[in-house]
């Protein structure tokens, strides 16, 4: 019942959320801020953390492909896929809720605590809206061009791993990304990203906005934050994969 009590009331948040939005002039400012410190500041983990998962699918699939009669392009092949369709949206996904989540959980319990949100009510100010719609656009605009980022660099380090510890040849794994390419795998990655982008901006906002008590308990709300976004973007890729492409 605590369980059906806490989907009730982030429903009623969302609600809330998308009602009674902000002046233009204001909301924009705080939209390029929320761009800059939930996107462009994870653009490096992400980056590098892309790069060196890509290198180490193509290595480990080179590794175990011991037969002669099985093509080394297939090392290109089962890179990309694994970057497009999981690495990418997915894996991705979930770092940027350990990074971005427990980042707006401790802000927003922050303001919470510190009753500065409570100020913004007296004022008259949505302070759902002002504090949470600009995060879920920035994530919705940004971290599609994210995950795309992470499917380029992924594949890209396959390729340098190939180069470097001479397991394949370079000319074999372009030519497995080339191989049966299809675009509805993006399209797929990107409908997960979206989703999960809206995951990753609205759940560790509730468990912030509703925190109570002191630091102590904004520690547990970022901490609980990260652990639900998580379990979320891991049911929700699991049903989207059986939508999408079952």
Known sequence: MNYLKHIGKYFIMLKQVFKKPQKWSVFREVLFREIEDLGLKSMGIIMFISFFVGGV????????????????????????????????????????????????????????????????????????????????????????????????????????????TDLFYSEDYIYGIQLDFDPYYIKYALTKTVVFAFVIATIPAYHGYYVKGGSLEVGRASTQAVVWTSIVIILLNYFLTQMILG
């Not at 890179?79 to 369709?85: C, G, N, Q, T």
């Not at 990074?99 to 919470?112: L, P």
């Open 57 to 164: 699918v193509a290595i480990q699939t080179a590794m175990n492909i011991e037969s002669p009669f099985i093509p080394k392009y297939l090392i290109g092949f089962a890179a990309k896929r694994s970057m497009i369709l999981e690495f990418a949206p997915t894996f991705m996904s979930i770092i940027l809720a350990g990074k971005v989540g427990s980042y707006i959980a401790s802000s927003i319990g922050t303001m919470r605590v510190t009753e500065q949100i409570d100020a913004l009510e007296v004022m008259g100010i949505n302070s759902l809206n002002y504090l949470i719609l600009p995060k879920i656009i920035a994530a919705l605009f940004f971290y599609p061009l994210l995950i795309l980022l992470a499917m380029f660099l992924g594949i890209l380090g396959g390729y340098y791993a190939g180069i470097l």
